[in-house]
């Protein structure tokens, strides 16, 4: 899996709204009304990433009160519990929806030939946010 900042954005949106469980059953949801084999496997990855970059969320301390857990199979699946946002989470996704800070997230990175990480994304945001102080 690649990290995609899309579908952080995403999942990040929805536990800000209190829809993430909805949100990742509507996932699971496309993968069990694909009409084809091969649409049941493109549907099926796309549900796979967003709950890797769930995961992700999690151990990154961005997304609180929800387990993920895969299966020997493959298989994914959440805990049920109160999915929400941290403090970390929270700012975020306010850079990733933000396309002034986002605009140099990328040039920063681009500029230190560094990737694009959680870490990087909030102390761009800082240094934002210090410079309009």
């Known amino acids: ?10 999942l990040l949106k929805a536990t800000e709204e209190d829809r993430l469980l909805e949100f ?3 996932k699971d949801a496309e993968v069990d009304r694909a009409s084809t084999e091969a649409e049941r496997e493109k549907l099926e990855k796309i549900s796979f990433d ?22 020997n199979l493959g298989n994914w699946s959440y805990g049920s519990g109160r999915p929400r946002l941290s403090t970390s989470g929270f700012d975020l996704l ?6 002034t800070v986002w605009a140099r997230v990328k040039d920063y990175a681009k500029e230190n030939t560094l990737p694009i990480t959680g870490a990087l994304v909030r102390e761009v945001l800082l240094r934002a946010i210090q410079s309009q102080i």
């Open 50 to 71: 967003y709950y890797g970059h769930l995961e992700l969320l999690i151990d990154d301390d961005a997304i609180r009160g929800i387990t993920v857990d895969c299966s």
């Open 94 to 99: 306010d850079a990733l929806q933000s396309k």
């Open 1 to 10: 899996m690649k990290r995609d900042w899309n579908i952080i954005r995403d």
């Open 24 to 26: 990742l059953d509507d």
